[in-house]
Structure formats: C-alpha cells, structure tokens
C-alpha cells in the first residue's frame, strides 16, 4: 500500500513472536533503544498457538523490571494486529514515536553523555 | 526439587550496590527449573543491573557464570581462576549454594539473589507447592505417596484432625485436607485397611529439630 512510516523504528522479522525473550528486550534498552514494541498476531489467531501470548507475558515482566531500575516501564509495548492491517500497523508505529518522543530518550544515554562530559 | 524464588530487584540493588565488580553466578539445576535463578535468570538479571548503574552515572563491571550445580567441589573450582577478579558474587543458587560457595571461597563476600522455599514440585509451569520436609524418617509407604508431614498443617501420623471439611484443611480454604488425599488415595489402592493400623508415635531427632544434620556413608567415602 505503500504507506508512510516513522522512520525512527527498526523492524526485527521474527516467525512469532513467541520467540521474543526477556533478554532481547532487555539487551536492547541496555544498547541504547529508546523504546520497543513488540507487534503479535491478534489473540487467537497465533498459528503456534499461543506465542503471541507469552510475547505479551514477557512484556509485561519487561515492564515491570524497566520500571524498578529507573528506565520507565512504558517504553516497552505489546501491540496485537493482523499482518494484512498495514494501516493499523502504520498506526502504532505512530503512537509508539509519539509516546517515545513524550518520554524522552533512555536515561542510560543521558546518564552516559554526563559521565564523558 | 528446591523451589526458590528470586529476591525483588531492590533487594538485590541494597545488597550489591557499594561493589564495583559483580559476578552473578547461576545454577542449572533445582533453579533453573523453578525459574529462579538459571542461566536466562542470570542474564535479565546482569542486565537489569547493568542498566540500573548505568543510569546511577556509576561504572559497575557485572560479568555472568551458571554452574551446573554449586553444592559440589568439582563446580565450584570451575571459578577459582575468575573469582579474585570480583569484589562480591551474587549467587542465584538455592540456600546451600551460596553457603557452600562462601565456605570455598572465604576472600570474597557472597551474597544471595533468591530466596529458597522448600522442596517441591512443579504442578504446572508457574506454580510450584511443597512436597518434602526432610524429616529424616519417610513413611509414604504407608500413607500411600502422600506426606502428613509436610502436607497436613498439624503433621498428624493419625489423621485427619476435626477442622477436615470437605476435603480441605481448617487453615486454608485452598489446601487440600493431606489425610483426605491420603484416605482416598488408600481407597483407590484398595489399601483402606492399612489405615485401620495407627502409626506410631514419630522420632523427631532425625528431623530438623535434632539439630543440624549429616549423612555419613564409610562404604563410599575415600
């Protein structure tokens, strides 16, 4: 459809997002990533059954343990579409950046751009 | 199984945070199954507090080893060579291991990332109970596979008690009455007899209350 996207956001192809675990979500804020969203299959429609669901699981732990350390456990989001939903995908990308943008950027960054200044 | 569960970052945050060379060190056995402290645990965790000091403005090394167990010799001289490298280790074993690895290795404090439960096993994924108190003396020949003493709340050899309603104990709702399960489960067997007979009176010596415990067997030893 050739739609317009963020140009902000860095896709990462997975067969399912059941694939998707605690460490990678992690290691990406640990590398700097001011935000990650991780987009599934709508519920019930997961072709392994349920990994779409524990993506959504491991988010909200992801959640929780972002927000203890300081980092903010909004930045991480569990978003579910269909893959034919191109204009919704378009959607959430948009209200991702919004919501980053909002937050600001990783306070790992800023902490680290301190302590070299 | 031991089934323990990992401390709350903020404890682990209070106990770690004047070192400035951590070594986090994971077990791949009982921990690993109860999802507490296993090489996955080991890494979110690394990286939690990575990001955590990393933010405080402060430089912390944190490095990552999982044993496969810490309660042996053999495992723990795996990091004898690495050890001295590290101001504290924060070990996600069970009880025994962080012990066992503070008796090994008196230099270096170590301190405990979880907190050990009881032994137990997995009824499903997420949801661990207790099975095994250790008492020294099993009798599950008799109460055919189910434990008084670590599955009724008073520890009756002779149950059920009155507080028995509907299958489930006077404490709790939710726990199932031990001597219900014991007397259906001796029904099923057709075994019901064997609960006509009354167990005697328990030798507690050789449970935890006689004091610390060790088993000794010369026909192995070296």
Known sequence: MRLQYPTNIKIICLPCTGKVD??????????????VYVAGCLEGTCQFNTGNMRARKRVEQAQKILEKIGIGGERVQMYHL?????????????EMTEKIMALGPNPIKIAGKKKAA | MIVAKQKDIEEIIEEVKDYNKILIAGCNECVTVCEAGGKKEVAVLASAL?????NQGKDVKID?????????????EEIRKMIDQYDVVLS????????????????????????????GVTEERGVWSERCQA????????????????????????????????GKCEID?????????????????????????????KDWSTERAGGPRKVVREDVRQ
């Open chain 2, 64 to 76: 990552e080893v999982t044993l496969e167990r810490q309660c042996d010799h053999e495992y723990l």
């Open chain 2, 173 to 201: 709702k939710e726990l199932d009455c031990a001597w219900q399960l014991i007397i259906d489960r001796l029904k099923e067997l057709g075994r019901l007899d064997d609960y006509e007979q009354l167990t005697p009176i």
């Open chain 1, 82 to 94: 269909s893959s034919s939903e191109a204009p919704r995908f378009v959607q959430i990308a948009e």
């Open chain 2, 92 to 119: 996600l074993a069970c009880g025994v291991g962080v012990q066992f690895l503070a008796e090994k290795y008196i230099s270096t404090p170590i301190v405990p990332g979880v907190d050990t439960c009881f032994m």
């Open chain 2, 50 to 54: 990575r990001m955590y000091f990393m």
């Open chain 1, 22 to 35: 605690l460490i990678h979500i992690m290691r990406a804020f640990e590398k700097g990533a001011d935000g």
């Open chain 2, 135 to 166: 008492c020294g003396q099993c009798i599950l020949a008799r109460t055919a596979g189910i434990c008084p003493v670590s599955r009724c709340a008073k520890r009756l050899f002779n149950g059920p008690c009155g507080g028995s309603t509907k």
